[in-house]
């Protein structure tokens, strides 16, 4: 997470004090994509210390906002860099900026750019202008599939953890019997693999298609079908195997489902807190209820 380039004012090409300004955050792959789409065009790049963070995270938690674009303009001593007044933000930086203050105290206007990177040169050719399309962000099928790999590698590191963890436990239940335990350790081997495959690869896969608002909703939509598709292929499972499995599958795809909350661009920020409010302790009480389930499942073996 510490993947961050020093804040500060940089040079792209050759500007002079004419070249526009554009502002973004200190995240470093925010930066290398604008620096990227600007590259053949003599500017400046005004970077905000953001805390590593990106730019539509950053204008929600605040960071990216009036204060911390005002300290920057005056620390890297714009106003004697540049002739104009004209700072080009992300649009996505709006919910933590308010232009008219930023002008009212600095002199500088806020101009919000298109919401794509790449789509800036023809801004610029526009006037400073962004068609309608340009205002628009889209969430695709590829755009969602390119988020699974970031959900699913810390979702199998946790799971891993938490499978060391249970097979130490199936190992003391077993008597020190690998092949026992082994044979103990299938509903929560089974319980965790589907929970990651359905909380971090199918429900945003299949997002726009998932009844519901709440992240947590769609993952326990699909976490259920899942768990119910894990059961049918068992041979004989008992029933608080399948309890086990039926209630702990849903609510660990539901909480792993959250996590998309902040990569899409359906969310607002006292919707996901409304949200945590409600679903975590559904979500720790199912999984919680599975635990117990499995272990009294082991206690009766």
């Not at 939509?221 to 768990?227: C, D, E, F, M, Q």
Request: charged share 15%; net charge neutral.
């Amino acid at each position: 997470m510490n993947y961050r380039v020093d804040a500060g004012l940089y040079a792209i090409g050759e500007p002079t004090a004419e070249s526009p300004v554009f502002v973004t955050a200190n995240y470093k792959l925010t930066f290398d994509l604008l620096r990227r789409a600007v590259a053949s065009i003599d500017s400046w790049i005004l970077v905000l210390d953001t805390l590593g963070i990106n730019v539509w995270c950053a204008a929600g938690k605040g960071s990216f906002g009036n204060d911390e674009l005002l300290d920057r303009i005056e620390s890297s001593r714009l106003a004697d860099v540049v002739s104009h007044r004209k700072l080009v933000l992300p649009q996505l930086a709006a919910p933590g900026v308010a232009g008219h203050e930023v002008k009212a105290l600095s002199g500088f206007q806020v101009i919000y750019g298109p919401v794509s990177a790449e789509d800036i040169p023809e801004f610029l050719k526009n006037g400073f202008k962004a068609e309608e399309r340009m205002r628009t962000k889209c969430f695709g099928f590829m755009d969602r599939l390119a988020l699974v790999p970031m959900e699913v590698v810390p979702a199998v590191k946790s799971g891993l953890l938490a499978a060391a963890g249970l097979f130490v436990l199936c190992f003391l239940f077993a008597g020190f019997s690998t092949l026992k335990a082994l044979e103990y350790f299938i509903i929560p081997a089974v319980s965790i693999g589907t929970s990651i495959i359905a909380g971090a690869v199918l429900t945003p896969l299949f997002l726009p298609w998932l009844p519901g608002r709440a992240f947590s909703i769609k993952g326990f939509v699909i976490g259920l079908p899942s768990a119910f598709t894990v059961v049918s292929f068992m041979h004989n499972p008992g029933v608080l195997e399948t309890a086990v499995l039926l209630i702990s599958i849903p609510a660990v795809a539901a909480y792993l489902a959250m996590n998309f909350t902040g990569s899409s661009t359906f969310t607002s920020l006292s919707g996901v807190r409304k949200e945590m409010r409600l679903a975590l302790p559904l979500e720790i009480g199912g999984t919680g209820a599975g635990l117990l389930l499995w272990i009294i499942a082991l206690l009766g073996a």
